[in-house]
């Protein structure tokens, strides 16, 4: 079983399992999100989108060239951003996994909570559920200096766009609920 080392109040060292549910669905749904927001280049890989491996938002869309052209040595440099458009999710970092097991965790908990039967007929553009949770993974969204006003409303306020990335994921879960069955 995959485990993640955590730290209790006493300090005691314990491992946060995850659900191999978690895992499964959180593939896919990095892959869906990949094919449906990152541009397709002509030899059928994507448009990189480089983030720092541990989410520094000063390194979003520096590839490692750019890190090099500013001082950075050529292992430094490679070992700070990661292309998440076009990385296998078995090669993400911890950090990259963790935001994608977020989303996977949420909806494999609405659907123990709901049941598969109820979440595989559920209107997508009805609910809300995704973008409420999606704020609660991501505070920073709030923040007066660094958050984004536009992804910090109701479900009903964002654009049509972000809409339809919240409507996605209830898809890859739809989806995947029937490749489980």
Known sequence: MNGEKLSSSNGENMEKVLDPRVESLAIPLARDYAEKYYPKLEDGTFQPAWRGVNGEKALKNKSPDDLMAEGYSELAAHASVIDIANQPYDKYSDYWKEQNRGGAEFLIGLMDERGADTLSSLNLEDDDLIHENWIK???????????????????????KEEQQKDIDQLGVLQQWIAEQK
């Open 137 to 159: 993974c991501n505070e920073w969204v709030k923040d007066p200096n660094y958050g984004d006003p536009k992804l910090a409303c109701g479900f009903a306020e964002l654009s």
